[in-house]
């Protein structure tokens, strides 16, 4: 039986094809090169704004960390980032709030021990943290919360080693007793001596000792308001406050300068010392 004839038709390739599909390749490819050489200094841009933001991003978060934990201000600037961070529209303006207006936070111990202003030995809920400065000096050296509220645990000069340690700065060499991370006193030996209370430098480590009990505390300068000199630090009236030395009731021993600090800048000290308490100064240790 004859078999029927394929209604499809095989056209034989046209000579020359091959050759056309090869120019065509090459037209492609040049046009793709040409392409790629127009876009690339806009993608390099593109790339460059986006490193840009990232960076900027890590300041404001750098910023952040600077606040008091959970006051207002950290948790506006937290919202402002959340919602506007993701908007096109609004990332720049975002970023250029947070970060270029509220200049870059120095290495400064101040920066550090500014997000504990408020923290109170009174406040069952933050025995904890306290009792964690005690014990980051002397590992078991508390079981209780409760015991930071004692006379005898004196906490301020355990506040300032844990700062210290938490910002990687120099730290007291304490020999053979360790005890004397939490001797106020003993922080006569750390650093370099700083000649007397107007060569102090906001971040300088203040030892001060009362007229009236001869008991000495520590804490970290926080500069000058006025011609009332200012100091940041653990157990002022039982809480991490910024205070006035009292002149009157209390003697400046010494002041000691620990290296690689940087400067503090002025617009994040005026926050830090707006939480000004008044004066005077618990004398410990």
């Known amino acids: 039986m004859p078999q029927k004839e394929s209604s499809l038709k095989f056209n034989p390739i046209p000579f020359g094809t091959q050759e056309s599909i090869s120019n065509l390749k090459d037209k492609v490819k040049s046009t793709v090169d040409k392409v790629s050489s127009k876009f690339a200094p806009v993608v390099d841009k593109v790339t460059s704004d986006v490193k840009k933001i990232v960076s900027d991003v890590k300041g404001a978060l750098v910023k952040v960390k600077s606040l008091p934990a959970n006051s207002p201000e950290s948790v506006e600037v937290k919202k402002v980032i959340d919602n506007n961070l993701m908007d096109p529209e609004k990332s720049k303006e975002t970023i250029k709030t947070v970060v270029e207006e509220d200049e870059t936070v120095a290495n400064n111990p101040l920066n550090l021990a500014n997000k504990y202003l408020g923290l109170d030995e009174n406040n069952s809920e933050q025995q904890d943290t306290i ?77 001060v000792q009362s007229k009236k009990t001869k008991g000495y505390h520590v804490a970290f300068y926080s500069g000058k308001e006025g011609d009332r000199n200012l100091i940041l630090g653990g157990n002022q009236d039982n809480i991490v406050s910024v205070k006035e030395i009292n002149m009157d009731s209390t003697n400046v021993v010494s002041i000691r300068r620990i290296k690689n600090i940087e400067d503090m800048k002025k617009i994040n000290l005026a926050k830090i010392n707006s939480n000004n308490v008044g004066g005077g100064s618990n004398s410990t240790r």
């Open 131 to 207: 009792k964690g400065f005690l014990n980051n000096a002397i590992p078991g050296y508390m079981k209780n919360k409760g015991e930071v509220t004692k006379d005898e645990n004196a906490w301020c000069a355990a506040f300032v080693n844990s700062i210290l340690k938490e910002g990687k700065f120099e730290t007291l060499d304490y020999g053979k007793d360790k005890y004397n991370l939490i001797r106020a006193k003993q922080y006569e030996n750390i650093g370099s001596k700083v000649q007397d209370i107007n060569s102090a430098k906001p971040g300088d480590i203040v030892i």
